[in-house]
């Protein structure tokens, strides 16, 4: 079902959790919502889901205003970020409690539930572990459990919150690829609420970057990567290295290693360390001049870290080739030179 | 010795050993201790009870003063122990679901029960209830009696069993996260729902231990409930007064009888104790 937020706002006391927000997901989406702790992100998912009332504004879903509907009656499958199982009750019973509380003229019969409890184990690949308590359980199992159980009530949408947010790196990969699947395969709207850019962009169909309260920008994956809006969503989907230069007839010129003087319009220019270069020779005006502080050649690329004569770090990552070609050491001096940028005006200016 | 091989001893010799120090003497402490302060009066009172001959044990137990002492505590300990776990639940409730001015200093109250000496408690519910008391007066006027009955023995056992159950529920109402109750919710739960099907459930070990920490406080109390129950024989008369009562009576194996039985049911419950928490324990999330 689609979701249409209007002009929400929602204060805790004098903090202003959310101002003025409006966003709208599709029926079937699946929707990251990315930002760092306090950008309202968590507390925007609670009020989708019922948990939390906002001050103004609405959330509609499909068609009906949600704020009037109490949370039972909403139909909103919910997942945890720790889980929040009942953790006397066996797996079954977790799964089976949506149904099992219904009124009893809507509850469906023993078999039914048992059925469905069933084919929810199989979706998630828990088959064998009905009988198990939840303390019996992994990380990742408990999440799963947490998400069978949310779906066992037909959801009309599906809300997580920081859903892999408390399990370890190669559990985490393997579980978000397989909720990419298992969205892909039942159509669910979906919302989930991430601060790593990684996931969100690996995950989502579109994804809603967020801070202090407001929506910095909403786009699929390539748009926010590719086509920052703001130096924020920029800063925030990678590292970044930032330049200070002056504006000639609009266009920006990056005076290597030099601070702009007072006079000159300023701009910013962000660089993403894999689209920065090192030579040995100054190589263009824009070059930079800097000396190798530290390097780290584990990886797929050798991430060099340099610092420039006025004591500002520089991050870049380098082709294992590149490297070696460079024949690059602690404390050489080099000139680094950003291949790529991105600008940002003045006015611009948040970080 | 070569350098090399005295490196190897020392590895040896410290493998076995904790990080801890002082094992082996605080282990020896605390059994020597155990032994003097808790062992020792057992074995004594078992010892004594076991040269009790089968006449005396069959007299004692018989004679139907005793009888009713015995059953009179049993029945009062278990009423005040129902009534404190309905309402312990509900005091720990409050205190650790709400945040409200006072919230501390009524925290701190529940402790005056395990704080008073029992006689002063036993004196202060007297004069409360008593035909003139304050509350014994607004009983009065319903044609209840306190002072001197049954319903004031219950007082005074609930009187002083009351912190053993707030005090074991409260941290595992702490432990209960609030995001529990709001999952039982978005699943469609209502409030009583949730309560019956996930907060009971939860607490309930802890509620029974709490419920048998007080009964076998209230089993062997004896200072708060002398004075309220006014000791009629037969009618008003508990366990642990019988005991006294042999005792002035020169009666010695009659009291060590009386004594040991009690012993053995404080014993029954430490196992239950034991058993339930254990119990507990195997369903707590890892």
Redo the contacts between chains.
């Keep these: 079902m689609a979701i249409e937020i209007k002009n929400l706002t929602k204060r805790f006391g004098d903090f202003t959790a959310l101002s003025g927000l409006n966003l709208n997901i599709a029926d079937g989406e699946l929707v990251a919502l990315l930002g760092p702790s306090g950008s309202g992100k968590t507390t925007l998912l609670r009020i989708i889901?019922?948990?939390e009332q906002a001050e103004e504004g609405e959330v509609i879903v499909d068609g009906a205003n949600a704020g009037t509907v109490d949370?039972?009656?909403?139909r909103?499958?919910?997942v945890?970020q720790?889980y929040?199982?009942?953790?006397?009750?066996t797996v079954f019973d977790n799964i089976a409690?949506?149904l099992r509380?219904?009124p009893r003229n809507e509850r469906p019969g023993k078999d039914e539930i048992s059925k469905r409890v069933h084919d929810l184990l199989k979706l998630v690949q828990l088959e064998r572990l009905a009988p198990r308590?939840?303390?019996?359980l992994s990380g990742g199992q408990r999440q799963r459990v947490a998400l069978a159980?949310?779906l066992?009530?037909e959801p009309k949408v599906l809300l997580l919150d920081e859903p892999f947010g408390a399990l370890d790196a190669q559990v985490r990969r393997d579980l978000r690829r397989w909720l990419r699947r298992l969205h892909d395969e039942i159509k669910l709207t979906s919302v989930f609420v991430t601060h790593d850019q990684e996931e969100a962009l690996e995950v989502a169909d579109r994804v809603v970057v967020m801070n202090h309260g407001k929506i910095e920008q909403v786009g699929t994956p390539v748009d926010v990567y590719h086509r920052p809006a703001t130096p924020f969503v920029y800063a925030f989907l990678g590292d970044t290295n930032v330049f200070h230069g002056r504006l000639e007839d609009g266009s920006p010129v990056l005076v290597g290693g030099e601070p702009p003087s007072e006079k000159q319009e300023t701009a910013r220019m962000y660089v993403r360390p894999h689209l920065m270069d090192i030579e040995h020779d100054r190589a263009s005006v824009e070059s930079v001049p800097a000396k190798v502080m530290h390097i780290n050649a584990a990886g797929p690329t050798v991430k060099v870290e340099l610092e420039t004569p006025l004591g500002e770090a520089i991050m870049v990552e380098l082709t294992q080739d590149r490297f070696l070609e460079l024949k690059l050491e602690r404390g050489t001096e080099v000139f680094a030179t950003p291949r790529q940028q991105q600008l940002f005006k003045k006015d611009d200016y948040v970080i | 010795m070569h350098p090399t091989a005295y490196a190897v001893g020392l590895t040896m010799a410290r493998k076995h050993k904790s990080v801890l120090p002082g094992f082996g003497l605080s282990l020896g402490f605390t059994l020597f201790y155990l032994s003097l302060a808790v062992l020792l009066p057992m074995a004594a009172l078992a010892l004594k009870a076991a040269s009790v001959s089968l006449d005396d044990i069959g007299r004692t137990l018989g004679s139907e003063r005793v009888q009713a002492a015995l059953w009179l505590s049993l029945r009062t300990a278990f009423i005040a122990g129902v009534i404190n776990v309905v309402f312990g639940l509900l005091v720990a409730w409050v205190l650790e679901r709400y945040n409200f001015p006072g919230r501390r200093l009524l925290d701190a109250f529940v402790d005056l029960p395990f704080a008073l000496p029992t006689a002063v408690a036993g004196i202060a519910l007297t004069a409360l209830y008593s035909p003139n008391g304050w509350l014994g007066s607004i009983a009065g006027i319903a044609g209840i009696k306190v002072v001197y009955t049954e319903l004031g023995i219950i007082v005074a056992l609930t009187f002083i069993g009351l912190p053993f159950v707030v005090r074991t529920v409260q941290p595992v109402l702490q432990d209960l996260?609030a995001?529990?109750e709001?999952?039982?919710?978005?699943?469609?739960?209502?409030p009583y729902?949730t309560f019956r099907?996930?907060i009971l459930?939860?607490v309930t070990p802890a509620l029974i231990t709490g419920f048998t920490l007080a009964f076998a406080r209230a089993l062997g109390e004896y200072g708060s409930v002398v004075f309220i129950s006014g000791n009629l024989p037969g009618k008003t008369e508990i366990a642990p007064l019988a005991i006294m009562t042999k005792l002035e009576q020169y009666d010695y194996n009659g009291a060590v009888v009386i004594a040991a039985l009690l012993l053995v049911v404080s014993l029954i419950i430490l196992f239950i104790i034991n058993g339930l928490q254990a119990w507990g324990r195997k369903?707590?999330?890892?």
């Design positions: 889901g019922g948990l949370i039972r009656d909403r909103v499958g919910f945890f720790h929040a199982l009942f953790r006397h009750m409690f949506g509380v219904r308590y939840p303390g019996q159980r949310a066992a009530i | 996260d995001e529990i709001e999952a039982a919710a978005s699943l469609g739960a209502t729902q099907y996930i459930p939860h369903r707590k999330l890892a």
